[in-house]
C-alpha cells in the first residue's frame, strides 16, 4: 500500500519531468534542476530571471525582469498537468525523453493529487540532501573538482560528482527512495567497480547507502551523519 509520501513523490516527479524540466529544455535543451526554497525548480531562464519552481504544494511561476517584476502561483492539488503546463507556457505535445525513468505523461486533463504532509516531508528531503551536499563540498580536497549540486528529474535525487583519484569519479547524492515504501536515502556511487576497505560499508549493487532512518537516528542527527557518511565514502575511494 502507498502512503501520502509516496503518492507525493511520484506526484511530484511528474510535474518535475514534464512541466518544470521541459521549461528547462525548451530555453536551454539542458533538463537539470536545482533544490530551491521549498522544494525544487530551474535556474534562471535568460536575461528576464524567469525562474519556475515547486515550492511545498504549489507551482510557482516568477521574474526578476526590470519593471517588471513578477510572481504567480498555482495550487498542484487538485489542478490538471495541461493547467500545470499552461500556467508555465510549455507544449505537453513536444515528445520528452530524459533517460529510461522517465515517467509517463498519463492524463493531462486529470485533475493532480497531492497530499500535503508527502509534499512537505519530501520537500524537506531535497532541503536535507542540499545542506549535507554543502558540507561535503566545503570538505572536499581541491583536486575533486565537484560539480555543483543537480536534482536529476528522471531520477528525482540530487547529487554532485567528484574526482576521488585520477582513475576513480564518484556520484555523491540524496534520493526520495525508488519505489513505494522505500525510505530516502543517501548513496556513494563510484564510476567504477572498486569498493575499496570495509566491504560491509558497500551495501548496495551501486556502492553504498544509508537511509533516512538510519540517519535520523545518529546523535549527529540527519545533516551531520548524512555528510560524514559521504564523505567516508569518498575518502575509501581516494
Do not use: C
Not at 519556475?52 to 510557482?60: A, D, K, M, P, Q
Not at 502561483?73 to 525523453?97: H, M, N, P, R, W
Not at 528529474?153 to 576513480?168: G, I, N, S
Not at 549493487?205 to 537516528?217: C, D, I, S
Request: glycine fraction near 12%.
Amino acid at each position: 500500500m502507498s502512503t501520502p509520501f509516496d503518492d507525493a513523490r511520484t506526484a511530484l516527479q511528474r510535474v518535475a519531468v514534464h512541466v518544470i524540466a521541459r521549461a528547462r529544455i525548451e530555453h536551454s535543451g539542458r533538463f537539470s534542476l536545482r533544490v530551491t526554497p521549498g522544494g525544487f525548480g530551474t535556474p534562471d531562464l535568460g536575461t528576464d530571471g524567469r525562474r519556475v519552481r515547486v515550492s511545498g504544494t504549489h507551482l510557482v511561476v516568477e521574474s526578476d525582469q526590470v519593471g517588471a517584476a513578477s510572481v504567480a502561483t498555482l495550487a498542484i492539488d487538485g489542478a490538471s498537468l495541461a493547467q500545470l503546463a499552461a500556467a508555465v507556457g510549455v507544449d505537453l505535445g513536444e515528445t520528452i525523453d530524459v533517460g529510461h525513468d522517465t515517467p509517463p505523461l498519463g492524463d493531462i486533463d486529470a485533475p493532480m493529487a497531492l497530499d500535503p504532509a508527502g509534499a512537505l516531508e519530501l520537500v524537506e528531503w531535497f532541503g536535507q540532501t542540499a545542506a549535507i551536499l554543502d558540507r561535503v563540498l566545503a570538505a572536499l580536497p581541491s583536486h575533486a573538482t565537484p560539480t555543483l549540486p543537480r536534482l536529476w528529474p528522471e531520477h528525482f535525487d540530487v547529487a554532485v560528482e567528484a574526482q576521488a583519484t585520477a582513475e576513480r569519479r564518484v556520484n555523491l547524492g540524496g534520493s526520495p527512495g525508488d519505489a513505494p515504501g522505500d525510505q530516502p536515502y543517501l548513496y556513494v556511487g563510484p564510476w567504477t567497480a572498486d569498493r575499496p576497505g570495509d566491504s560491509d560499508f558497500w551495501n548496495a549493487p551501486y556502492g553504498a547507502k544509508r537511509t533516512f532512518g538510519e540517519l535520523a537516528a545518529d546523535p549527529a542527527g540527519v545533516i551531520g551523519a548524512g555528510a560524514a557518511f559521504l564523505l567516508d565514502g569518498y575518502e575509501r575511494l581516494r
